[in-house]
């Protein structure tokens, strides 16, 4: 997969609970997965804030993984989000994540304490290059995972060996969107989101 094969929509999936909260319905999510590939997706992924992933169990974030990717059949690539604050778990995350199947990877920045530029450059250096998935930045300053800018961007491109992807999301997107566009980093995919 290259930066300019996402293009469309690419969904978080949601987690089919069962309507006392306490269980996950992995039928609904295999018929969440042959949804978006009826309707065109160009991806989907698990563990966005949409999937509430706070309320997952570690075995239960396992499953689901086995779940989407086997319904794929490989017709839609299948992203898994590394959620946890600790670069460490992280990259424990990645390589489960990996050896399970998933098409590429993406990272919800670390939030319980807000790191500072340097330590988010870091972690998500540390974190791409730990596998040789496509990996996606999911950057959402508003959620508190610490501050991009387009120089910061640039210089996780240049220490990021395999595909890299950034997904958006600071409120308003727009001119954070136009100063990596400025910046002319290449090659990076740009999508957009609302996490």
């Known amino acids: 997969m290259r930066e300019n094969d996402l293009r469309g929509i690419v969904p978080i999936l949601q987690t089919p609970f069962t309507e ?22 160009s991806g989907a992924v698990l563990f966005g804030v949409a999937t509430e992933f706070y309320m997952l169990a570690d075995d239960e974030c396992i499953k689901m993984i086995k779940t989407a990717v086997k319904a794929a059949k490989g017709r839609i690539p299948i992203f898994a989000s590394i959620t946890r604050d600790s670069t460490a778990l992280a990259i424990r995350d990645a390589k489960t994540y990996r050896d399970l199947g998933v098409d590429g990877l ?4 670390p939030h319980f304490y807000q790191p500072s530029t ?41 220490e990021v ?22 910046a002319d980093i290449k090659p990076l995919g740009i999508l957009c989101g609302n996490g």
């Open 118 to 158: 340097q330590q988010l450059q870091e972690h998500i250096i540390k974190l791409a290059n730990s596998t040789d998935l496509p990996f996606m930045i999911q950057y959402a300053p508003q959620n508190g995972g610490g501050i991009m800018t387009a120089e910061s961007v640039k210089q996780i491109r240049e």
């Open 20 to 41: 006392d909260g306490t269980e996950i319905i992995y039928e609904d999510l295999e018929r969440e997965i042959e949804a978006c590939v009826l309707d065109g997706v």
């Open 161 to 182: 060996k395999g595909t890299l992807f950034i997904k958006a999301e600071p409120q308003p997107a727009g001119p954070f969107i136009t100063k990596l566009v400025e």
């Open 106 to 109: 993406m990272m919800f920045s």
